[in-house]
């Protein structure tokens, strides 16, 4: 603003004048000085404008759609990693124990098949002498399991019971690891220094700290037992595939100084039970001080009833297609394919009227993992028979999703509105941030509209 003051472009203050007497120097440095403090008084009094006007511009509320394990958390990750990084580092400590929950359960659902010669499994593993003897060494990666789990549920048990004596039914539920929403399992499982000085909450956390440092020992002391089980084994357990990313790290991972990376975080599956809601704060320049509201809702059919009292007064709806799981079906009904159950799903959202005014955003997620299944050779043809006799490519194929998906939303909307949509990989941040960038000058330009001219 001091400088802004200045006609004609020329600097601030100007040259003292020639021939300046002592007395004329003190009026006019006297007048420079009262000039630039009612200059800093007004920026002031802008600047304290402009976060009154952020603080009264209406929460942006975000509402992320679509199926179990479509990335709807992996994007709230994204957003928080791009907009609030500081934030997002804070909680690296309470995704340590995701993490290690990822991993325990993926080798204790290994260690399982391996003992259960009912199951089939003496086809498919070798029961001999070395896998046994790595079975006893990491046999208390169960009790492991169970802390792990008590630590991030905050109950006494876990929130789901770990692998008991039946058959394990990975790839499924079972060794999974879920969270029921407003548990705030992040602060149950923050180290020691987040503590809080007062009370039975302090007692609880101290025991809860105590014993995932214990849990922690036990994990790294198990971690080149997990790396040979994983080496007799990874070649042997095709169903295993989205945990491999943790058991080929393990060695890293289960590592006592262990601090998780951010593509660490992104690929930690945490199952949303119910609704998650989480706040956000700008951290970033352009947008700071705003508060974003994401609504991150449990994909699974059961979960989808509680979706609806969460449609009135949002501003955006994220709806994530997972657009690889072409080949699979739902684990709540095999019966159904799963990017079928995605584009009813979609054309389900595109017809409410509740949603009529919110921005649309869809994200034709896990592109990776389509590539390289059309790079592997499952054809898409032989399950989306409309598709049959073009390439088996990701750019074709998506391009035909895409195009699928475009025309049930201007069929089914209640009203005509623009549609973005992006094909995306949420667990590779590089690919990611434009994509962010976009959808957060969608909403932004959106929620002005609402606002200002509506
Ligand atoms: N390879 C790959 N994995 C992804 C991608 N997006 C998400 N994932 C992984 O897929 C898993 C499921 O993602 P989530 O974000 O938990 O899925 P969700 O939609 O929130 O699932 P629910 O909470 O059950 O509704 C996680 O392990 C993610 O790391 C992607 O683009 N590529
Ligand atoms: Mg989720």
């Not at 970033?284 to 508060?291: A, C, Q, R, Y």
């Not at 069929?411 to 957060?440: E, F, G, Q, W």
Request: net charge neutral; with cysteine.
């Amino acid at each position: 603003m001091f400088r802004s003051m200045s006609s004609n472009n020329a600097a601030w203050p100007p040259p003292p004048p020639a021939n300046e007497t002592e007395s004329d120097k003190a009026t006019r440095l006297e007048a420079e000085h009262e000039a630039k403090r009612i200059s800093d008084e007004i920026d002031h009094a802008l600047e304290q404008e402009r976060q009154e006007l952020r603080k009264r511009r209406p929460q942006t509320k975000i509402l992320l759609l679509g199926q179990s394990e479509s990335g709807k958390s992996t994007m709230i990750k994204n957003f928080q990693h791009k907009f609030c990084p500081a934030t997002f580092l804070a909680e690296a400590e309470a995704w340590r124990t995701v993490i290690h929950l990822n991993l325990v359960r993926y080798v204790n659902y290994i260690l399982e098949l391996l003992s259960i010669p009912a199951a089939g499994i003496q086809g498919r593993g070798h029961p001999d002498k070395d896998n046994r003897v790595l079975q006893m060494r990491l046999s208390p990666l169960k009790h492991v399991e169970v802390i792990l789990a008590r630590a991030i549920s905050g109950e006494p048990f876990g929130v789901s019971s770990p692998i008991g004596d039946k058959v394990p039914s990975f790839p499924g539920r079972s060794t999974e690891v879920c969270i029921r929403g407003g548990t705030a399992w992040k602060s149950l499982v923050r180290g020691r220094e987040s503590l809080d000085s007062s009370s039975e909450y302090t007692s609880r956390s101290s025991i809860v700290v105590d014993e995932l440092e214990d849990a922690r020992r036990i994990l790294d002391a198990c971690k080149d037992d997990i790396v040979a089980l994983w080496k007799i084994r990874a070649s042997e357990e095709h169903d295993l595939d989205h945990a491999r990313y943790f058991l080929d790290n393990a060695a890293r991972v289960a590592d006592i100084k262990y601090t998780p990376t951010v593509e660490d975080i992104l690929r930690a599956r945490l199952r949303t039970i119910g609704v998650e809601e989480y706040r956000m704060s700008m951290e970033t320049s352009m947008e700071k001080g705003v508060d974003w509201l994401f609504y991150d809702v449990g994909g699974a059919r059961s979960q989808r009833t509680a979706w609806a009292s969460y449609f009135e007064d949002v501003n955006a709806v994220i709806f994530l297609c997972p657009i690889s799981c072409f080949d699979q079906q739902l684990e709540e009904d095999a019966m159904v394919n799963r990017l079928t159950d995605s584009i009813d799903l979609w054309t389900t959202v595109c017809k409410s009227k509740l949603l009529a005014n919110a921005i649309f955003i869809l994200l034709l997620n896990k592109a990776d993992l389509l590539r390289a299944k059309l790079k592997a050779g499952i054809m898409f043809e032989d399950f989306v028979s409309s598709y049959r006799g073009r390439p088996n490519k990701l750019e074709h194929v998506g391009e035909y999703i895409r195009e699928h998906m475009k025309a049930a939303h201007r069929s089914y909307s209640p009203k005509k509105r623009p549609l973005h949509v992006h094909v995306t990989c949420a667990i590779d941040t590089k690919l990611m941030s434009n994509v962010l960038n976009d959808i957060r000058d969608a909403i932004l330009i959106t929620v002005l509209r609402q606002t200002t001219f509506l």
